[in-house]
């Protein structure tokens, strides 16, 4: 079976600091990861994904993620954290079953 | 413009009522998902179809059901089985795993209240 796990639930990170938000997976065969960013009472919108190719992704608003097979991780990242960046992040892994399981969230708070 | 359109935004239901929540989309998406969010939660699956007239159960299907008689339209009812229904509930579509382009989008969810 499929799952994600995002260790933090909670990410705190001053402005202008670079940020992290952890994501690992379990997956059988090759894996399809993607991030998504929710802000209050809001859906969730896509921000980027790895499907196959290069393991450094880059997405919208500045956002990146590195795909790394051997430690089963999707870490997102973005180089200067800004105050509109506060919302809560899901990674996801799309199964073979055709569905997206999505981790259970981190929250980021960053601090003016 | 393209997207899935979930309707209503907020909605009420009193003890022992069924409601239906309406998602549509124009992306000509063949895969539609009903995801249900608590506060302070994940997204849990509720039921997923992958084509018109097909859906699989999700991790938490009962007390909800759903049809696919339409590509366009995925309508969630959330019957008075279900004992907890007060959440957020967020429509989402996407196109096969097989293309490489696939991603879920996502409607701007419904949030349903029992009083």
């Known amino acids: 079976a499929q799952s994600v796990a995002q260790p933090e639930d909670q990410v705190n990170v001053a402005e202008g600091n670079p940020l992290t938000v952890k994501c690992t997976y379990s997956v059988s065969g090759n894996p399809y990861l993607f991030w998504y960013v929710q802000y209050p009472n809001r859906g969730l919108q896509f921000l980027l994904k790895y499907i196959t190719g290069d393991n450094l992704v880059k997405g919208s608003y500045g956002f990146e993620a590195e795909f790394n097979k051997s430690q089963t991780s999707f870490h997102l990242k973005k180089p200067s954290a800004l105050v509109s960046d506060s919302a809560l992040y899901f990674c996801?892994?799309?199964?073979?079953?055709?569905?997206?399981?999505f981790g259970p969230g981190t929250r980021l708070s960053v601090l003016p | 413009d393209g997207g899935i359109t979930q309707s209503p935004k907020y909605l009420f239901r009193k003890e022992g009522q069924n409601v239906t929540l309406s998602c549509e989309q124009n992306l000509n998406h063949d895969a539609m998902y009903w995801y249900r969010q608590d506060p302070g939660q994940g997204l849990r699956l509720i039921y997923y179809?992958?084509?018109?007239?097909?859906?699989q159960k999700g991790d938490i299907a009962e007390g909800y059901s759903v049809s696919r008689e339409k590509k366009e339209s995925f309508p969630l009812t959330v019957t008075s089985a279900q004992k907890n229904p007060t959440a957020f509930y967020l429509c989402?579509?996407?196109?096969?795993?097989?293309?490489?382009?696939?991603?879920?989008?996502f409607g701007q969810g419904t949030r349903l209240t029992v009083v």
């Open positions: 179809s992958q084509i018109v007239n097909d859906f």
């Open positions: 996801a892994v799309l199964s073979y079953g055709q569905n997206f399981v």
């Open positions: 989402a579509s996407s196109l096969p795993r097989q293309r490489h382009d696939t991603e879920a989008f």
